[in-house]
T-cell receptor, first 111, second 111 residues
Framework: DVKVTQSSRYLVKRTGEKVFLECVQD?????MFWYRQDPGLGLRLIYF???????EKGDIPEGYSVSREKKERFSLILESASTNQTSMYLC??????????FGQGTRLTVV | RKEVEQDPGPFNVPEGATVAFNCTYS??????FFWYRQDCRKEPKLLMS???SGNEDGRFTAQLNRASQYISLLIRDSKLSDSATYLC????????????FGKGTRLHILP
């Protein structure tokens, strides 16, 4: 079974803190994605990566950055957390031509 | 027209009934289609892929109508455990091969 693991289920951070969300997949997938999910807005793509050290902006990249130093790991970074970044963050991975597999999600609260 | 559109519901359906959802997509060049199930506060999980010829998995049937640009999900003999949000997803090779998700349709099965 494909396993996508996110480092934390719940996080509480203060406004202005730098926040790291980690995601690791064990199926040697090329493609990895970060989404956020908010009520009424659905899944929105923040960043994605199709290869090591490669990254592309999704639909809502502002306030975020990413890092992919190794194929299995894709990190989402909030440079200076703000309250409007309180959300559920979901990491996903897939190979070309396959469906996406999701991590369990990180519920981030910024206070 | 939104890229991937679903009726948000909720659909309140008595146990044992048949229920169907549609999902429309805007890009006629889209290549692959999926239905995901998401339980409350959990990650989306693949329910089934949607093939051109349609496919069935137990009580679930998925169909694709390319001419009208929609996919459908039919659930027969609904169970209480079918209560969830159902997300449709569309992969578009012409848009960086991203998978675009609908906002989901909420289904409540009533005892």
């Amino acid at each position: 079974d494909v396993k996508v693991t996110q480092s934390s289920r719940y996080l509480v951070k203060r406004t202005g803190e730098k926040v790291f969300l980690e995601c690791v997949q064990d199926m040697d997938h090329e493609n990895m994605f970060w989404y956020r999910q908010d009520p009424g807005l659905g899944l929105r793509l923040i960043y994605f990566s199709y290869d090591v050290k490669m990254k592309e902006k999704g639909d809502i990249p502002e306030g975020y950055s990413v890092s992919r130093e190794k194929k299995e790991r894709f990190s989402l970074i909030l440079e200076s957390a703000s309250t409007n970044q309180t959300s559920m963050y979901l990491c996903a991975s897939r190979d070309r031509n396959t469906e996406a597999f999701f991590g369990q999600g990180t519920r981030l609260t910024v206070v | 027209r939104k890229e991937v559109e679903q009726d948000p519901g909720p659909f309140n359906v008595p146990e044992g009934a048949t229920v169907a959802f549609n999902c429309t997509y805007s890009n006629s060049a889209s290549q692959s289609f999926f239905w995901y199930r998401q339980d409350c506060r959990k990650e989306p999980k693949l329910l089934m892929s949607v093939y051109s010829s349609g496919n069935e998995d137990g009580r679930f049937t998925a169909q694709l109508n390319r001419a009208s640009q929609y996919i459908s999900l039919l659930i027969r003999d609904s169970k209480l455990s079918d209560s969830a949000t159902y997300l449709c997803a569309v992969r578009d090779e012409n848009r960086d091969d991203k998978i675009i998700f609908g906002k989901g349709t909420r289904l409540h099965i009533l005892p």
